[in-house]
């Protein structure tokens, strides 16, 4: 009967009249918030109230209709490194602090953080990284020649080597 949670999506315009759909302790919040095209993460409910998360930023509010846009794998707080594009664009480890729903491209668009300045434009997913998928670097299974040494620490030859 409920959505599978979590899911995302945005609240462009105001979904109702008043403020009524919206927890009490919560208005402050959502007013600043809602509508935008930033794009929330809905992650629980509790029969009466969803839960939403943007970032370290949470709020309450009673089911209302709202824009279902689909995740790409990024969340506000995360930490990414952009893909490059030749020499078009400068590489740099950043942490994503906005997510948008750009209806003109049907895709969200991520503004990013970068030594705690904000970086110029917006990203968009293909464009980026999560830290945590980054490869990493598995010891080979290439035998290297290793250094012999008589007892007066004077190298003899490559053990291994032909």
Same mark, same amino acid.
Request: charged share 25%.
């Given at each position: 009967?409920?959505?599978?949670?979590?899911?995302?999506?945005?609240?462009?315009?105001?979904?109702?009249?008043?403020?009524?759909?919206?927890?009490?302790?919560?208005?402050?919040?959502?007013?600043?918030?809602?509508?935008?095209?930033?794009?929330?993460?809905?992650?629980?409910?509790?029969?009466?109230?969803?839960?939403?998360?943007?970032?370290?930023?949470?709020?309450?509010?009673?089911?209302?209709?709202?824009?279902?846009?689909?995740?790409?794998?990024?969340?506000?707080?995360?930490?990414?490194?952009?893909?490059?594009?030749?020499?078009?664009?400068?590489?740099?480890?950043? +942490?994503?602090?906005?997510?948008?729903?750009?209806?003109?491209?049907?895709?969200?668009?991520? @503004? %990013?953080?970068? =030594? &705690?300045?904000?970086?110029?434009?917006?990203?968009?997913?293909?464009?980026?990284?999560?830290?945590?998928?980054?490869?990493?670097?598995? +010891?080979?299974?290439?035998?290297?020649?290793?250094?012999?040494?008589?007892?007066?620490?004077? @190298? %003899?030859?490559? =053990? &291994?080597?032909?």
């Amino acid at each position: 009967m409920w959505p599978p949670l979590p899911d995302y999506g945005c609240f462009n315009r105001w979904p109702q009249d008043g403020q009524s759909w919206i927890h009490h302790d919560d208005v402050s919040i959502v007013t600043r918030l809602i509508p935008s095209e930033r794009v929330f993460k809905r992650v629980a409910f509790d029969k009466t109230y969803y839960h939403y998360r943007y970032g370290r930023l949470r709020f309450r509010l009673r089911p209302a209709m709202w824009l279902k846009v689909e995740s790409e794998g990024f969340d506000v707080g995360d930490g990414v490194e952009t893909v490059g594009l030749g020499l078009e664009r400068e590489l740099f480890i950043g +942490e994503i602090c906005g997510m948008y729903y750009v209806s003109r491209k049907g895709a969200i668009a991520y @503004r %990013l953080r970068r =030594a &705690g300045n904000l970086v110029p434009g917006l990203f968009l997913g293909n464009q980026m990284r999560l830290l945590k998928e980054k490869s990493r670097v598995h +010891e080979g299974n290439v035998k290297h020649p290793e250094p012999t040494w008589n007892g007066q620490g004077n @190298r %003899l030859g490559l =053990a &291994g080597s032909e």
